[in-house]
């Protein structure tokens, strides 16, 4: 989940054809060669493999996406470079989601994985691979059967001609053929010069579905004799269901059934309002349990307690605490990040149908792989069994990267008759996510008589995401993904020393959340670095370039974000600017934040002005849509997102008290795009994890007052 | 038994009166563009249209749309303000995950038939009230305007 558990997509594709069932050419990778860490729950029987790029007989081309589409443009661009090889309309490229199978295995992260960033990353070789592949094959197919030398033949819009003779057959005409012929190996790719669609603005392929209501999530399946169940799981972490009034719950109108599990039970009944009316009816009576007294305070003190231990060592160039014991000045600072919910606009959901031959689960998902396994663990029943149905996601975020709500569902069908619909209400979303880590982070400098950076320690304490999700990405001790932009921030700091400190919370499962590690390892160290130059009297933009002589992408971004924010230009009392870079996921961001901030503390920000060179572009739109999408995804969170705890329960239920930006909050945002001729980057996470920075700096800029502390509504007051 | 006109067609469903519209039209109609999010109309993801004005149905007890029109997404396109807005949306890739949108749409359609030239303030006050994760206010916002044919004058 970090840049350096990614294997390089440089491993051996090798591509495999056959006749596809009813006609047609079907084209999958065969099973990837890489040798990198492997999700150990799909390590077993492999499912059978699929083919993602169809073409039948009337010519239409389909593509099972591996990647699922949740806001981040996928289904477009991956098409795009697709098309761009195959030499076919993309607007006329049919998307299926792809079920589990081990074809659709995230190259760069070894599992069936949409997430952290890669999906640009991962199929920006392979499928331009697969296009021209299978476009070599149907003009092979159509020079034999003109019994010319296919020098003389070229693909173009979905058919092949002879341009001598001017005769052209149509793909569908020639997949027969073609589905026969050996497979060619190291088949030239374009260049990007010859690009027709690569780095072309291209419009979404899913967005006419998103604007008349037609497009389908998981929580729109619709089944014959399909009953509806809402959910509620204890309130405290690791409490125990006591009881239910079932006669009461009964009474509601529509409800036909109370399942009872150990720590959570759902009514089930004719609709949704039956089933919330049913549960609201129900008086569940609850065991606590252990955490019943569990506080934020008691979580924050024992990460402080945490962060003054030693920890596993992350990275250790030179001498740091020499450094810093010998340096001019010295400079200290905590920062504190809160918990944080995903709160997806599609609350979690999953509607199962079980029976005795087999399981069948509509829902959205990161990981249908892992997801498919969960469920046949649950249900014992083989792999092949469970029949995985994805969909369109609500939003991600990471929250679809686990499987909790999927078992949760199963569990449910396990007690019920024919398939049923398990939602969560956006309290039991709220209440029930796993949420993201809260991180206790201890860091100090020293600072030469000219300012400058001589050593550096860093500490870092908070519950490890990656020992829960998959142990073999833990590396001497260290989560790679919690130290991420901790230890390979690009910043010239003279010695430095980073170290990590797991402290777990007894019942409170943590998970991924946009921008993995590198969203909360840049606002650290992007704050950090702001001390710093403030500490030296320096301009933020000024001495961030002193310490970056080695990285010209981060200066060149940093430069654009200030001369198009008009940075150093005075700005009234109230106002003022920050600045940050984000590098990560192969991309490099710049931001230039600008908030108000009036007599009582109310912030306002009003421009971001954001700058990416993410390498190649495919779909410059997508990159500037995610960059909008990461920004007010960072803000809502910086300025407002805060889960905290009393009582063993989290405090927040709804969008009331765990408040996210709305439009009359949100900043006119200025997105430059840099042309660059290097690796494509992702785009859909460095946006957040720039903002987040970004914005305390303009806080600093504008009023003088430093927020170590997230969220920065309930803190600029403190 | 409800007596609804959804779209300009008499349905009936089988629900108390004081169900929610929004479970009526996706539970027991079948017709899933409009969205829950929240359940109390804090997020706008369910909004419809009840003779033309923008209302949660999440909150709406059915027996309350009775007799009167009810607009979904699915059928807001037929309108002149929905059209337009329909085809702003797709001309400036408002969607990300799409969840919302139906909601926004919704929202921003009884917006620019009551108020065929709105300002940024009239934009705040009408879609402050539909949450969008995927952050696509920026261009929520520049859709309207197009759609309203109003010109920006900032970049």
């Known amino acids: 989940m970090n840049s350096q558990t990614l294997v390089s997509p440089s ?38 493999p699929d083919a993602f790029l169809r073409i039948d007989r009337t010519g239409k081309v389909t593509f099972v996406s591996p990647m699922i589409e949740m806001g981040q443009g996928t289904y477009t661009s991956l098409p795009m470079l697709l098309a761009e090889e195959l030499e076919v309309d993309v ?135 399909m009953k509806f169940a809402v959910v509620a799981q204890s309130p405290t972490f690791g409490g125990k269901l006591v009881s239910v009034d079932e006669a009461k719950a009964k009474s509601v109108p529509g409800v036909s059934q109370i399942v009872r599990l150990e720590d959570a039970f759902a009514i089930v009944a004719s609709h949704t309002w039956a089933a919330k009316q049913g549960l609201a009816a129900a008086a569940p009576q609850w065991d606590a349990g252990p955490n019943a ?80 396994t969960a469920v046949s ?16 996601l609500g939003g991600g975020f990471g929250r679809r990267l686990d499987f909790d709500g999927t078992v949760r569902a199963v569990q449910i069908a396990q007690h019920v008759q024919g398939p049923v619909q398990v939602i969560w209400t956006r309290e039991e979303d709220i209440q029930h996510d796993m949420y993201r880590p809260y991180y206790y982070d201890r860091i100090s400098a020293g600072l030469d008589a000219q300012g400058r950076p001589v050593g550096w320690t860093h500490r870092i304490a908070g519950s490890s995401i990656v020992e829960r999700y998959n142990p073999g990405w833990i590396k001497g001790g260290v989560d790679p993904d919690a130290v991420e932009s901790s230890v390979n921030h690009p910043y010239d700091v003279g010695a430095v020393r980073v170290e990590w400190v797991r402290q777990e919370t007894p019942g409170i499962s943590t998970s991924f959340w946009r921008g993995v590690g590198i969203t909360r390892g840049t606002f ?54 920050g600045i940050a870079l984000c590098i990560g996921f192969g991309s490099f961001v710049a931001q230039v934040l600008q908030v108000t901030v009036d007599k009582d503390g109310a912030v306002k920000t009003t421009h971001v002005w954001c700058v990416v060179d993410c390498g190649l572009q495919v779909n410059p739109d997508t990159i500037r849509a995610q960059m909008e999408s990461g920004i007010i995804f960072g803000l809502s969170a910086a300025l407002h997102g805060e889960i905290t705890i009393k009582d063993g329960r989290v405090e927040q239920t709804n969008f009331g008290d765990y408040r996210v930006l709305r439009i009359n909050e949100a900043p006119k945002i200025a997105v430059t795009l840099v042309k660059s001729p290097e690796a494509p980057g992702g785009v859909g996470e460095p946006g957040t994890a720039c903002v987040m920075p970004a914005l305390v700096n303009a806080v600093f800029a504008a009023t003088g007052k430093r927020i170590r502390k997230l969220p920065v509504v309930a803190n600029i007051g403190a | 038994m409800v007596k609804v006109n959804v779209n300009g067609q008499l349905r009936e469903a089988d629900v108390t009166e004081d169900t929610p519209l929004l479970w009526t039209l996706r539970d027991v109609l079948k017709m899933t563009g409009t969205k829950f999010g929240c359940g109390m109309a804090l997020c706008g993801a369910c909004t419809v249209h009840i003779d033309g004005r923008p209302t949660r149905s999440c909150i709406t007890p059915v ?51 009551a108020n065929p030239k709105p300002s940024d303030a009239d934009i705040d006050n009408a879609m402050a009230g539909n949450i969008c994760r995927c952050g696509t206010y920026p261009r929520v916002r520049a859709a309207i305007k197009k759609a309203a044919g109003v010109t920006d004058k900032e970049t």
């Open chain 1, 11 to 48: 491993r051996r594709e090798f591509l495999v054809a056959s006749s596809a069932i009813g006609g047609g050419l079907l084209l999958g990778f065969g099973v990837p060669a890489h040798a990198q860490v492997r999700d150990t729950l799909t390590s077993g029987a492999p499912f059978a």
């Open chain 1, 91 to 225: 607007n006329k490229v049919a998307i299926e989601h792809a079920p589990p199978g081990e074809p659709y295995v995230n190259p760069l992260i070894g599992v069936q994985m949409t997430g952290a960033s890669t999906a640009i990353r991962a199929m920006y070789v392979p499928l331009r691979r697969a296009g021209a592949t299978a476009r070599v094959m149907l003009v092979t197919a159509a020079a034999e059967r003109w019994r010319v030398n296919p020098s003389t033949c070229r693909a173009q819009d979905g058919a092949v001609v002879h341009a001598p003779t001017g005769r052209k057959l149509g793909y569908g005409a020639l997949v027969d053929a073609a589905a026969k012929l050996p497979v060619p190996e190291n088949v030239p790719l374009k260049e990007p010069g010859e690009f027709r669609l690569v780095g072309k603005a291209h419009r979404r392929l899913d967005a006419a579905g998103k604007v008349n209501g037609r497009a389908t999530y998981g929580i729109d399946v619709r089944l014959q004799e």
């Open chain 1, 293 to 372: 007294k569990l506080s934020t305070a008691d979580v924050v003190g024992a990460l402080r307690a945490a962060s003054e231990r030693t920890g596993a060592v992350a990275r250790n160039d030179g001498d740091a605490a020499a450094a810093i014991a010998g340096a001019a000045r010295r400079v200290e600072a905590v920062y504190e990040q809160p918990y944080l919910a995903h709160a997806t606009m599609e609350p979690m959901n999953c509607t199962v149908h079980l029976t005795k031959e087999g399981c069948d689960v509509w829902l959205g998902t990161q990981i249908p792989g892992i997801t498919q």
């Open chain 1, 377 to 392: 663990k649950v249900t014992g029943l083989k792999r092949e069994q469970v029949r995985l149905h994805n969909h369109l």
């Open chain 1, 524 to 577: 650290v160290v992007e704050s950090f670095v702001d001390e710093l130059a403030s500490a030296a009297k320096a301009d933020p933009l000024a001495y961030r370039l002193t310490l970056l002589d080695k990285s010209p992408r981060a200066k060149n971004v940093l430069q654009i974000a200030a001369e198009r924010s008009g940075w150093g230009k005075p700005l009234p009392a109230g106002q003022g600017r």
């Open chain 2, 63 to 113: 027996s309350a749309a009775a007799g009167k029109r009810i607009t979904t997404i699915e059928a807001i396109g037929a309108t002149p303000a929905g059209k337009r807005i329909q085809a702003a949306w797709l001309e400036l890739d408002v969607a990300q995950c799409g969840y919302c949108q139906s909601g926004q749409i919704m929202s921003a359609s009884a917006l620019l038939a």
